[in-house]
């Protein structure tokens, strides 16, 4: 119970600053979770889809491939575009150039809103310096108006008050710093391994098109 009244002191003390850096921190809470969430499902649905082709796709049964349903795996949707490319008798770099194609296609909803992290972590910092700013303008305009002998302990409280918001708002920043980087790399990871079967599959084209 004592370390919350700390907290509910340290938050009332800060100012009214203190409420957008809370509503970043929520913003960033909220999206980070659903990235998380989404990309982790991601990488889980595209390493089964990939388990499940690759047998039929080193075999030359496409025809199967197609018959399974990709649903919204990200994997699915790029293979689709080679597919398709493949069976108008297209060529090992035309299936490539689809796949590219598809890859482009999904990359934005693999990336989406993972780039807000980083922003809320920059308007946190600021927002806590604007709020120390303006409570430090309003430490200096009391003193000015104080008792001599009150100024010294005065000032000192008022800029304690004041640090408070500077604080909070690097507590937001600096796990969502974090959290961005790590989405960022799960990102990256499930877009190399995106080109990475697409590789594969070009590869495997490729090979049996020269043996013919």
Excluded: C
């Excluded at 008792?147 to 008022?158: G, I, N, P, V």
């Amino acid at each position: 119970m004592e370390s919350i009244a700390t907290i509910l002191r340290f938050f009332q003390e800060g100012g009214v600053f203190m409420y957008p850096i809370m509503f970043v921190m929520a913003a960033g809470i909220a999206i980070a979770i659903e990235r998380y969430i989404f990309l982790w499902q991601a990488r889980r649905a595209n390493i089964a889809y990939w388990q499940r082709i690759f047998p039929l796709l080193n075999d030359a049964r496409y025809n199967e491939v197609q018959e399974i349903s990709a649903g919204r795996v990200a994997l699915g949707h790029v293979m689709t575009y080679g597919l398709r490319r493949l069976r108008a008798n297209g060529s090992a770099q035309d299936v490539e150039a689809a796949l590219q194609e598809g890859l482009m296609e999904v990359m934005p909803s693999i990336e989406k809103r993972t780039h807000y992290l980083a922003t809320f972590a920059n308007v946190a910092t600021l927002l806590g310096l604007l709020g120390t700013i303006m409570g430090l303008i309003e430490a200096f305009t009391a003193v000015a108006h104080a008792d001599a002998a009150q100024k010294a302990d005065l000032l000192s409280s008022s800029i304690s008050v004041a640090m408070n918001t500077t604080a909070f708002g690097l507590i937001v920043a600096i796990p969502l710093v974090l959290v961005y980087t790590m989405l960022q790399a799960k990102t990256t990871e499930i877009i190399d391994g995106i080109e990475t079967s697409a590789v594969k599959f070009v590869n495997l084209v490729a090979t049996r098109q020269a043996s013919k």
